[in-house]
């Protein structure tokens, strides 16, 4: 059974950092893709960040460009969202989402993923 289990969120003031954890158990193999999403309050889930990693490709928002940074321990157990130079824009609950199975063209859809997590309230002020 794939659990996903996110930490890390917290209030933070514009133009600081945190860095988002998501722990995960019952991925099996290599051939998956992990990817957190965020929600705001009224507002659609979106795609944040992506790593698939039976090539080790990673794919961004454009609104996260430069400023995110998705990457896995060496257990292979927990991926991160380490995030820079936050804005409020940036605030939302922040999801991790994992599936065996999603083709690339489905990377950044919230609909293709089977696994999610709880999620993290990420805060940031101006």
């Known amino acids: 059974q794939v659990q996903l289990v996110e930490s890390g969120g917290g209030l933070v003031q514009a133009g600081g950092s945190l860095r988002l954890s998501c722990g995960t158990s019952?991925?099996?193999?290599?051939?998956?893709?992990v990817a957190w999403f965020r929600q705001a309050p009224g507002k659609e889930r979106e795609f944040v960040a992506a790593g698939r990693y039976n090539s080790g490709h990673t794919y961004y928002a454009e609104s996260v460009k430069g400023r995110f940074t998705i990457s896995r321990d060496n257990a292979k157990t927990t991926v991160y969202l380490q995030m820079n130079s936050l804005r409020p824009e940036d605030t939302a609950v922040y999801y991790c989402?994992?599936?065996?199975?999603?083709?690339?063209?489905?990377?950044?859809?919230?609909?293709?993923?089977?696994?999610w997590g709880l999620g993290t309230q990420v805060t940031v002020s101006s």
């Open positions: 019952g991925l099996t193999g290599s051939r998956y893709t």
């Open positions: 989402a994992a599936s065996q199975t999603i083709i690339l063209s489905e990377t950044r859809n919230p609909r293709g993923y089977a696994y």
